[in-house]
């Protein structure tokens, strides 16, 4: 290990951001010297296709406190988060975009507020300067998020925060194999505030997460984090099974009171096909949670670096 760790390590996970990283390294390290020369930059390049391995590389040939990771293949952000937690040294973490959506600039307000006696301080995105589909399909995921996994999750921080050593050591060792950062930091449970923070505009590009790929990610979270899905179906059963005696009392007291034959052969058969597809459905929840604990159970690594432009014993 370094003998003198830097006072900030700052992790960005990157993908697709080529024509972005001179932009935010020259701003990193404007905001960062102010605070300490002693700082780290963690560049996580997720395997993008593109030229960011090569800037990476010459950034870190130029200054010795840029750290460059690069995966095997594409592992998804939040398992470049995880790489870049494992990864860094200093006593205070910045995890942020490469975008430039979260701005190097905010860095030494967030520590200076944890300055006051706070483990993490997220950066809250008061307006954001997102597509509005973009702002209404994260508000809905975290709605679900929140209710779902049983957690109060503020869907205004994102990703970008600071946080202590202790954090870092604690989140490193939760190994799951489905990753939400914000979620299993949340988890922890150390004490936290936000300071409200000025959301920038995409550097250039567009965001990779569409409305699939966090619909992807919003039920693996939610399966990841809680078992209230096995429970709402739960109570969905009894529900179904109370209504289903009701009306089945219901139609022997007009068929036995008042001689009504009993007729409906269409609602008996379109009654055994919804019960039918609700069946169907709540084995498939099963099965996914199945699933998972199957994927937890073969303790494959989260990751796969192929390479770093550092000693990995430093």
Not at 258 to 277: A, E, H, K, R, T
């Amino acid at each position: 290990m370094n003998p003198n760790p830097p006072l900030i390590s700052v992790v960005v996970p990157v993908y697709k951001a080529e024509n972005c990283l001179d932009e935010l390294y020259r701003r990193l390290k404007e905001s960062l010297e102010p605070i300490s020369p002693e700082f780290e930059i963690v560049l996580v390049e997720d395997c993008g296709g593109d030229r960011s391995w090569e800037v990476i590389e010459r950034l870190a040939r130029q200054d010795a406190r840029v750290k460059g990771i690069q995966f095997s293949r594409n592992f998804g952000q939040h398992y470049g988060i995880t790489a870049g937690l494992d990864h860094c040294n200093g006593d205070w973490v910045v995890v942020m975009d490469c975008d430039l959506q979260d701005r190097p600039e905010e860095i030494p307000r967030l520590y200076a507020k944890a300055q006051e006696g706070y483990d993490i301080v997220l950066a809250l995105r008061g307006q954001r300067q997102d597509p509005l589909l973009k702002r209404f399909t994260s508000w809905l995921f975290y709605k679900l998020f929140s209710y779902l996994a049983d957690i109060e999750y503020d869907g205004e921080s994102g990703n970008f925060r600071i946080m202590s050593r202790k954090v870092v050591a604690s989140f490193r060792k939760m190994r799951e194999q489905l990753r939400f950062f914000g979620g299993l930091v949340q988890w922890l449970g150390f004490p936290t505030t936000g300071i409200e923070v000025q959301h920038a505009e995409r550097h250039e590009g567009q965001s990779s997460y569409t409305f699939a790929k966090l619909w992807k990610l919003a039920t693996e979270t939610i399966i990841a984090y809680s078992d209230k899905p096995l429970r709402l179906a739960v109570r969905f059963g009894f529900l179904m099974a109370f209504f289903a005696f009701c009306y089945g009392v219901y139609t022997l007291i007009r068929a036995m009171l008042f001689d009504i034959p009993i007729m409906g052969w269409s609602s008996l058969i379109v009654s055994l096909y919804f019960i039918g597809g609700v069946i169907i459905a709540l084995l498939g929840i099963i099965g996914i949670y199945l699933g998972k604990t199957f994927d937890e159970s073969k303790k494959r690594p989260l990751y796969i670096v192929r390479r770093v432009t550092f000693d990995e014993q430093d």
